[in-house]
């Protein structure tokens, strides 16, 4: 069965970091790509970031790119997202989700259960 | 980087069709056959729908299909049900970055 399983969140000032995990569990984790999507508070999802099965190809939504890193530790089945310079426009539920393919594709079989972050003084 | 666009809201009663547009523009919809839907139902994980704007991944009922004409791609429900009251967004590939819609609350009256 396959299972995500986000930590990390949390409440952080303006201007602070965090960084956020997905644990991954039944299925051939560097066959498959990753991505972050977050809900804010009463809106819609958004994509944040993806990071290809074997972690050399990475993308990011221009809202977050150069303060978000994504990466992942193959051995440990885990993706992780560095969130630098965090803004109150960035607190929302963060889901990590399976893409159908090595490459990022955009098609999520599977999401997890999300963490939840506040930025907020 | 624009969200795809959704109807905010559609409604229908169980047993009638609805179906949910998503329109992009060339660089997304346009362009790829990478578009995909979920159903997000409040506190809980989202769920793939539809994948390649039209295949369903197993376990999805056949109630739900899709369509893609230009820059705009369709989510059709038949046959609605209680249970099918959620909300639904697309998604799609945008040449190296993925873009949602701004998701459409269903509602089964």
């Known amino acids: 069965e396959v299972q995500l399983l986000e930590s990390g969140g949390g409440l952080v000032q303006p201007g602070g970091s965090l960084r956020l995990s997905c644990a991954a569990s039944?299925?051939?984790?560097?066959?498959?790509?990753v991505s972050w999507v977050r809900q804010a508070p009463g809106k819609g999802l958004e994509w944040v970031s993806g990071i290809s099965g074997s972690g050399d190809t990475t993308y990011y939504a221009d809202s977050v790119k150069g303060r978000f890193t994504i990466s992942r530790d193959n051995s440990k089945n885990t993706v992780y997202l560095q969130m630098n310079s965090l803004r109150a426009e960035d607190s929302a539920v963060y889901y990590c989700a399976k893409d159908s393919s090595n490459g990022v594709a955009f098609e999520f079989e599977f999401w997890g259960q999300g963490t939840l972050v506040t930025v907020s003084s | 980087q624009s969200a795809l666009t959704q109807p905010a809201s559609v409604s229908g009663s169980p047993g009638q069709s609805i179906t949910i547009s998503c329109t992009g523009t060339?660089?997304?919809?346009?362009?790829?056959?990478?578009v995909s839907w979920y159903q997000h139902h409040p506190g809980k994980a989202p769920k793939l729908m539809l994948y390649?704007?039209?295949k369903r991944p197993s376990g999805v009922s056949n109630r739900f299909s899709g369509s893609k004409s230009g820059n705009t791609a369709s989510l059709t429900i038949s046959g609605l049900q209680a249970e099918d009251e959620a909300d639904y967004y697309c998604c799609s590939y945008a040449g190296g970055r993925g873009v949602f819609g701004g998701g459409t609350k269903l509602t089964v009256l």
């Open positions: 060339s660089s997304d919809v346009g362009s790829y056959n990478l």
């Open positions: 390649e704007g039209t």
């Open positions: 039944g299925f051939t984790f560097s066959s498959y790509a």
